[in-house]
């Protein structure tokens, strides 16, 4: 048996007076989804355990099948270990966003305008070579997501808060609780008013690129492989450093998929074509897209919909067509959490699933991929998933 979960990010969403009272799930096109829902197992699943943040390292956590109640250390080791980071005894990683500040402190832009991977490389090496405090290294990684490794901090990792939660609001008002986290952020702050690379930012009607932002710190978790737990092999898809490094974890095959960005331009064909490749020499592979989810921080209803349109045609249409052929292929599709347009940032509300494929029937199917349409059955704890989809 082969399978392929599904993942589009932040998907799930509230309804809204400007779509009518419904949901970019439901007014979105999306009959591959509909059809898994017609002829599969339909429901709803608790991706967050109640208690924890919303993210969407706690939320895929869970989609691959860990329990983050006992298997979350924070957002970025989960990054380092797609980097291959090793951290030393007392050492802890952060993720490090390049964020856009207003002078009075304003968090403009979480993801100081969506750079690209080249240009922060470039600025990611400018702060590293300047920052001169010690105990400190920065990593570069995809677009505006890097890392930060601080020594010394591993029994005492500071409260942090994620720049996607307090976009229009005053940062200075949730600075992270640690002198030396500060210390880096404020230098961050001063050195990029001297980097060239703003000058071309602003020169080309761009934001500028203000401070870096540190917050997720954690150390790097122990879990369990694929290969010991379920005796499988698996390959990851994804444009983001936190899926590629949970997959890592896991023993799954990372798979780099050419024009696969992260954001609205991603490759969504490329990522439909090397899933189905990669089935040729895995058992599972999972597939996640960030777009839906960066629509939902932006406030952007028509990118929304049609990020979620264009992963149901040019992603799952194929994969379906696909499994007609093979005849012995399982999906798996769901959101990881909610990234309600209202708030442009994750809530825990429990998201839909639908699970189609050999072997499963279609008892609780539901009328369409939508919140509405599985509201009120029972919810499924989110690690539960990938051992029901096994079975």
Same mark, same amino acid.
């Given at each position: 048996m082969k399978y392929v979960i599904l993942i589009p990010d932040g998907a799930?969403?509230?309804?809204?007076?400007?779509?009518?009272?419904?949901?970019?799930?439901?007014?979105?096109?999306?009959?591959?989804?509909d059809m898994l829902c017609q002829s599969g197992l339909a429901g709803l699943t608790q991706n967050v355990p109640a208690g924890m943040s919303p993210?969407? @390292?706690?939320? *895929?956590?869970?989609?691959?099948?860990?329990?983050?109640?006992? *298997?979350?250390?924070?957002?970025?080791?989960?990054?380092?270990? *797609?980097?291959?980071?090793?951290?030393?005894?007392?050492?802890?990683?952060?993720?490090? *966003?390049?964020?856009?500040?207003?002078? @009075?402190?304003?968090?403009? @832009?979480?993801a100081g305008g969506h750079p690209s991977s080249a240009e922060t490389t470039n600025l990611i090496e400018y702060l590293d070579s300047r920052l001169n405090i010690d105990g400190v290294k920065l990593y570069h990684g995809v677009s505006y997501r890097h890392l930060c490794v601080v020594a010394g901090l591993a029994g005492n990792i500071?409260?942090?808060?994620?720049?996607? @939660?307090?976009?229009?609001?005053?940062?200075?008002?949730?600075?992270?609780?640690?002198?030396?986290?500060?210390?880096?952020?404020?230098?961050?702050?001063?050195?990029?008013?001297?980097?060239?690379?703003?000058?071309?930012?602003?020169?080309?009607?761009?934001?500028?690129i203000t401070r870096l932002w540190l917050w997720g710190g954690g150390v790097m978790p122990e879990i369990a492989t694929y290969k010991e737990l379920f005796d499988i092999s698996g390959a990851i898809i994804s444009a983001v450093d936190l899926l590629q490094g949970i997959g890592k974890l896991a023993g799954l095959e990372v798979i780099e998929v050419p024009g696969a960005t992260g954001y609205y331009d991603t490759n969504y064909s490329g990522k439909g074509e090397y899933a189905i490749k990669a089935l040729d020499n895995h058992d599972l592979v999972i597939i996640h897209v960030e777009a839906p989810d960066e629509a939902g921080h932006n406030g952007d209803e028509s990118e929304k919909i049609l990020a979620i349109e264009n992963i149901d045609r040019k992603i799952l249409g194929p994969i379906i067509e696909e499994a007609k052929k093979r005849g012995d292929l399982r999906i798996l599709c769901l959101p990881d959490h909610p990234t309600p347009l209202e708030l442009k940032t994750h809530s825990s509300e429990p998201v839909p699933y639908v699970m189609w494929g050999v072997g499963i029937g279609d008892e609780n199917s539901a009328e369409c991929f939508s919140e509405k349409a599985v509201a009120g059955r029972e919810v499924i704890a989110g690690y539960r998933l990938l051992p029901l989809l096994l079975k």
């Open positions: 799930a969403d509230r309804p809204r007076e400007s779509l009518g009272g419904k949901t970019p799930l439901e007014v979105a096109k999306c009959p591959n989804m993210g969407s @390292d706690v939320a *895929n956590l869970s989609i691959f099948g860990y329990n983050p109640a006992e *298997n979350y250390t924070g957002r970025a080791p989960l990054e380092a270990a *797609n980097r291959d980071i090793k951290l030393k005894p007392g050492e802890v990683v952060f993720r490090a *966003n390049t964020v856009c500040l207003s002078e @009075d402190g304003e968090m403009v @832009d979480f500071p409260e942090t808060t994620p720049p996607h @939660d307090i976009t229009g609001q005053n940062s200075n008002n949730y600075h992270p609780k640690s002198d030396i986290l500060n210390r880096i952020m404020q230098r961050s702050e001063e050195l990029l008013k001297e980097w060239e690379g703003n000058k071309l930012r602003l020169q080309n009607g761009k934001k500028p």
